[in-house]
């Protein structure tokens, strides 16, 4: 593999993986959350938990029992975060178990992660509402990794799925709330179906909520609506199944923008907070 491939830039690096819109989520989302999947029995069929962030934002860990959790949110070399990642779990599994990577050096033979992990598994998610997932089963609990638990646990924002709106996430920012929703359509495409709902005025999900953006993570659009404090997950969930239907019809609608769209479209488009 020469040095130019391990830099290409894949813009969609979870193409082709089981549950890859969670897998977005986890990266760019959600504070805390784990996925369960396991390696090829070319890599020795171990137990892989793909987490959200680690200690010391560790790529990866080898677990005292053998298994590996590797961190999503870490930084990894080169253009392809999937490369990054399985080259993360394949150091880790020449580790001694009980022991970290703190680097992740790609080499000549450098596996994807839909190459190293075992794409039979339905790669379900698992939102925590604390980190410790952190802890390995036979580590001591030690006043300092108590601290440091804790400490990470105070920054995290409330973050729940959202039942009925698969791939939805709503967050307590503190003084907001929102909902972000991930899909596999282009991010026109979501602002087309933004505008078709907007002119019918129905592009809220509920009273109070209004949608105030969108941007593109690992390939994916991800549209951000506005809740009103106290919504709650709850208020999402009891919108959730007419909001959905309503979404994906306009989302799948092949007609031109009427003139009274396309003036509605500007408006979107012009008052639409820039996100990250």
Do not use: C
């Amino acid at each position: 593999m020469s040095p130019t491939s391990h830099d290409a830039l894949v813009l969609r690096p979870f193409e082709g993986l089981p549950n890859e819109r969670d897998l977005v989520a986890m990266r760019q989302l959600i504070p805390a959350a784990t996925m369960a999947a396991k390696t090829t029995a070319e890599y020795g069929a171990v137990d892989v938990e793909i987490a959200t962030i680690l200690p010391m934002a560790w790529p990866a860990v080898r677990r005292t029992d053998g298994s590996v959790t590797v961190g999503i949110q870490a930084g990894y070399p080169g253009g392809d975060l999937s490369r990054g990642i399985g080259q993360a779990i394949k150091q880790a599994l020449a580790l001694e178990p009980g022991n970290p990577i703190t680097t992740v050096t790609l080499d000549d033979e450098v596996p994807r992660l839909q190459e190293i992990l075992d794409l039979a598994g339905d790669f379900a998610i698992t939102v925590h509402d604390t980190f410790e997932f952190w802890l390995d089963p036979s580590a001591e609990r030690t006043p300092e990794i108590e601290s440091s638990i804790q400490q990470a646990n105070d920054s995290i924002m409330p973050t729940r799925p959202v039942e009925g709106l698969e791939h939805a996430y709503w967050v307590d920012a503190g003084p907001k709330e929102h909902l972000r929703w991930v899909l596999e359509a282009g991010e026109e495409k979501v602002i087309d179906a933004v505008t078709r709902l907007h002119a019918r005025r129905e592009s809220g999900i509920g009273e109070g909520t209004k949608y105030v953006g969108s941007f593109r993570a690992e390939g994916l659009a991800i549209p951000v609506w506005d809740l009103p404090k106290g919504f709650g997950v709850e208020g999402v969930e009891a919108e959730a199944e007419d909001f959905r239907a309503r979404f994906v019809e306009a989302l799948e609608t092949e007609e031109p923008l009427t003139a009274l769209e396309r003036r509605a479209r500007g408006g979107i488009v012009a008052r639409q907070v820039t996100l990250r």
